[in-house]
């Protein structure tokens, strides 16, 4: 299976505080994506990262990708309130479906 | 900005009913997908569809379901005779390209009891 697995599995921070969550998976990929979802609501996308690159900026968010060991770390820095979330990480063969990972709850507290 | 719709919002139906939950993908895109989410779970692929037929389809989809597009602009998933395991957060979702990212609607609950 190509299935992201992120960890931790929650992580409960301060505001101002960085939140880092990692994903590894299976086999080769052409991009992995991370995703968001505020509870009960629909997965919005954050950032995609292709199979050639090795990290990502987007405003708070930084993404890496260590191809070599099959895993990936989303940053987000200097975090808000409303930053609280579940963050899935997604790998794409690019022919294929999407899969997506357990998730991590973020919960930022004030 | 366009934005990929599902109905119902929230559906209750008795086991062994049949289901139907409608979306309407994001107008120019051609990859079509249903996933779906157990509360508190992972999201779970249940079938691709491009070009008028399934491309792609997990073990969770099996004889019980079936989609469609009956219309052009209407992407639909029937649930023939739920159980009460089928009683999850559906989520519709599409892409332009067959990768990149992928555009997700609000979702429909479905209850089933």
């Known amino acids: 299976s190509q299935q992201g697995e992120e960890d931790p599995q929650a992580l409960s921070i301060q505001e101002g505080e960085n939140a880092t969550m990692n994903c590894s998976y299976k086999t080769s990929i052409n991009n992995l994506q991370w995703y968001r979802q505020n509870s009960g609501r629909g997965l919005v996308h954050l950032i995609l990262?292709?199979?050639?690159?090795r990290e990502k900026h987007s405003g708070r968010l930084r993404v890496t990708l260590d191809t070599s060991k099959k895993s990936s770390s989303l940053l987000i820095t200097a975090s808000r309130a409303a930053d609280t979330a579940s963050y899935f990480c997604a790998t794409d063969k690019g022919y294929s479906t999407l899969t997506f990972g357990k998730g991590t709850m973020l919960l930022v507290s004030p | 900005e366009p934005e990929v719709t599902q109905t119902p919002s929230h559906q209750v139906t008795q086991m062994g009913q049949e289901v139907i939950l409608r979306c309407v993908p994001i107008?120019?895109?051609?990859?079509f997908y249903w996933y779906r989410q157990i509360l508190g779970q992972k999201v779970e692929f249940l079938v691709s569809f491009y070009n008028n037929e399934i491309s792609e389809k997990s073990e969770i989809f099996d004889d019980q379901f079936s989609v469609e597009r009956p219309d052009g602009s209407n992407f639909t998933l029937k649930i023939r005779s739920t159980k009460l395991e089928d009683s999850a957060m559906y989520f519709c979702a599409s892409r332009a390209g067959n990768t990149g990212e992928l555009f997700f609607g609000e979702g429909s609950r479905l209850t089933v009891l």
């Open positions: 990262i292709r199979s050639n690159e």
């Open positions: 107008s120019n895109h051609l990859y």
